[in-house]
């Protein structure tokens, strides 16, 4: 039988076009919400994060939202490159303990050239 | 600026053995986190090393031990590996304990097989 946690939810998108990645998160008690780039076979690597009295931050071709009356995250990509592809994950902290995050379970992102 | 690194990148063992696997955090980083992330899943937040203590820790049985070291590397120790141990161990650093945001330094991670 299938393994539930082995498929990804999956966005395929054209190179240049704008990506959205879309997160639900748990604990209203969150105090940062993350998002975090995983090439295959590397670690996760910090994108951005927002702090929960913060409803929008932006970076570099990055823009990450949060509405915390659905609590809901989102990535927002500029104009996704090749390099983009990766699995991002969402995270969230809480609590004094700065590395226990609890991360979901991550969304696939293909850019096709 | 030397990042987080793990040793070894590859391990297979059977059930019953016990592993270590070692981080060296990055330079200027004192606090230590390991997760555990099976195939197709997020990484689970195991514990936290900070001033050599335990600082923090999730879900898992005290099967799952470690140390950190007054240079701030750090050990995971799992004892009595059973299957579902199979995953990449990944160690991840940060400035110092109390900091306000949730920037991880991850390494590339340990993959565990146990078969």
């Known amino acids: 039988g299938e393994s539930v946690g082995l498929h990804l939810p999956t966005l395929s998108v054209q190179e240049g076009d704008n990506s959205i990645i879309n997160c639900a998160y748990s604990?209203?008690?969150?105090?940062?919400f993350i998002w975090y780039k995983q090439e295959s076979g590397k670690g996760p690597q910090f994108i951005i994060d927002i702090r929960s009295n913060m409803d929008k931050r932006q970076g570099q071709r990055v823009t990450v939202l949060l509405n915390k009356t659905v609590k809901h995250l989102s990535l927002q990509i500029a104009a996704t490159q090749p390099g983009d592809s990766a699995v991002y994950f969402c995270a969230e902290k809480w609590g004094g303990s700065q590395g226990n995050l609890i991360f979901g379970k991550g969304t696939k992102l293909s850019v096709k050239p | 600026e030397t990042g987080v690194t793990q040793s070894p990148t590859h391990l297979i063992k059977t059930r019953g053995q016990q592993v270590t696997l070692r981080c060296s955090s990055q330079s200027g980083h004192n606090t230590v986190s390991w997760y555990q992330q099976a195939l197709g899943q997020g990484p689970q937040f195991i514990f936290q090393y900070y001033r050599e203590e335990e600082n923090g820790r999730g879900n898992f049985p005290p099967r799952f031990s470690g140390l950190q070291f007054p240079n701030y590397s750090s050990e995971l120790n799992v004892n009595a590996l059973e299957l579902d141990d199979s995953a990449l161990y990944l160690c991840?650093?940060?400035?110092?304990?109390?900091?306000?945001?949730?920037?991880?330094?991850f390494g590339e991670g340990s993959r565990l097989t146990v078969l």
């Open positions: 604990n209203s008690a969150s105090d940062y």
């Open positions: 991840a650093s940060s400035p110092r304990q109390g900091s306000n945001t949730g920037e991880l330094f």
